[in-house]
């Protein structure tokens, strides 16, 4: 695992990259909130950003690198102005097309659509922002933004 701390500039950032394979997902989760108290986030909000992104990373060993140890997942913090951006990218063995509709929530627990899936639910109702968008080079990038101040 390598890991960038950039704090000279006036938007600091780090840099994480990890082999795809399960338990990398928790060294991220740990560095990215310890960034996240660093810049002042409360307590609460620091549990809400390491689940996300706990789930973003799974995620992206799962299904973007379809387990293939010798891919990298590639984790992008950055404090701009009033947000924390954290950039979850994979190498897109399967590339998210945003073409399959998930079914809600009630659907899935009462057993009427498969429960795969709830953890795109799970995310976005613990951070401000998240979803696909579109990467620079090469396969899936998924956005995680946490507010300082909530809207």
Do not use: W
């Not at 057993?111 to 090469?138: H, K, N, Y």
Request: charged fraction near 25%.
């Amino acid at each position: 695992m390598t890991t960038t701390l950039q704090i000279a500039t006036s938007y600091p950032f780090i840099e994480l990259s990890f082999p795809s394979e399960l338990g990398y997902e928790k060294i991220a989760r740990d560095a990215v909130a310890a960034f996240a108290r660093r810049l002042g986030c409360d307590r609460e909000r620091v549990e809400d950003l390491k689940t996300a992104l706990g789930e973003a990373c799974i995620n992206a060993i799962e299904h973007g690198n379809a387990r293939a140890p010798g891919l990298r997942v590639d984790i992008r913090c950055t404090c701009a102005d009033d947000r924390l951006t954290v950039d979850v990218c994979d190498s897109g063995m399967k590339l998210y097309t945003g073409d399959s509709p998930t079914a809600g929530i009630d659907l899935k627990l009462r057993g009427l659509a498969p429960r795969r899936g709830m953890g795109l639910m799970m995310i976005a109702q613990l951070v401000d922002e998240a979803g696909f968008t579109q990467s620079d080079d090469r396969g899936n990038r998924f956005r995680l933004v946490l507010y300082f101040h909530r809207p």
